[in-house]
Nanobody, 124 residues
């Protein structure tokens, strides 16, 4: 029922910005806890940020705090990740995820719905 589709990935230089979008369908984003995760080659999937359903709670990982901003647009049912001051270590496949629980989750297995990912590559 719930589908998520990421877009906006690409190849950029270090220090630049990139905006990722995740369009949700099948359920209002207002009633989804939505999140961004990323997975770099040879590494475990890493929590990036999330917004609880209703938008009451927003969390971002320490590794991206101050550089990445997560937001949602309930009118468009979209989740956005604004990435600034990108570093080569940010290179990864970025995934959006959703869950019908009202509780914020930071572990990947706590989310039920996933997009297919979008590649972000940051060159030095």
């Amino acid at each position: 029922q719930v589908q998520l589709v990421e877009s906006g990935g690409g190849l950029v230089q270090a220090g630049s910005s990139l905006t990722l979008s995740c369009t949700t369908s099948g359920r209002s984003i207002y009633t989804l806890t939505v999140a961004w995760f990323r997975q770099a080659p040879g590494k475990e999937r890493e929590f990036v940020g999330c917004i609880s359903w209703g938008g009451g709670v927003t969390k971002t990982a320490d590794s991206v705090k101050g550089r990445f901003t997560i937001s949602r647009d309930t009118n468009k049912n979209t989740l956005t990740l604004q990435m600034d001051s990108l570093k080569p270590e940010d290179t990864a496949v970025y995934y959006c995820a959703g869950d019908t629980s009202a509780v914020v989750h930071t572990l990947d297995f706590q989310y039920d719905y996933w997009g297919q990912g979008t590649q972000v590559t940051v060159s030095s």
